[in-house]
């Protein structure tokens, strides 16, 4: 599918790192950005991939570069095509709390996420679901959670032992995200 797609990649040495090289190297042609100090520019990019890291980490410096929230923000509710994994869905979410207080997101997805440490709870193991006929994989491995309920989810998750895992899926528009880190796009 990524063959003949021009994407553009968020790319950072902590906030956007988990990158599969295979990814990388599936798309036509690839830019990376960073977040915390550039705006995209999506002129001739099929696909914005927002990949996994640590944004709870640095959040004081996407916080800053509110220029650049916009511009996803805009990119993806004019239907732009947007992958987002882990550290990248939660960048697309309204905010993401911690026990210093709460930081803006993106806001393309309504929910926030909890950083407090009191709340972390490592969610591990490998992931699949059925979206469109086609399956994915990956895995997932983070201690962030989302503030309230699990969000519903638009496919049923699974474990490797092909039990149902309680991991979310999110479609809106031209945007799928998750938690999962996805092995091919």
């Not at 790319?11 to 705006?39: H, W």
């Not at 993806?76 to 207080?101: F, H, K, N, P």
């Amino acid at each position: 599918m990524a063959e003949n797609v021009s994407a553009l990649i968020a790319r950072n040495k902590e906030s956007f790192s988990f990158l599969y090289q295979e990814t990388i190297d599936s798309f036509a042609q690839v830019c990376f950005f960073d977040p915390e100090t550039e705006v995209p520019s999506f002129e001739g990019i099929d696909l914005l991939y927002l990949p996994g890291g640590y944004p709870e980490k640095h959040l004081e410096a996407l916080v800053k570069n509110e220029a650049c929230r916009k511009a996803i923000k805009d990119y993806a509710e004019q239907g732009g095509r947007v992958v987002a994994e882990c550290g990248g869905m939660m960048y697309l979410c309204q905010s993401i709390v911690t026990d210093e207080g709460e930081y803006p997101m993106c806001g393309v997805l309504p929910y926030q996420i909890s950083a407090r440490k009191a709340e972390r709870k490592l969610s591990l193991g490998y992931r699949q679901f059925v979206l469109d006929g086609k399956t994915y994989r990956g895995h997932e491995f983070h201690y962030t959670q989302f503030i309230g309920e699990t969000p519903q989810s638009i496919v049923q998750v699974y474990n490797a032992k092909g039990e149902p895992v309680p991991t979310p899926v999110f479609k809106y528009k031209n945007v799928l995200a998750s938690y999962t880190h996805l092995y091919q796009i």
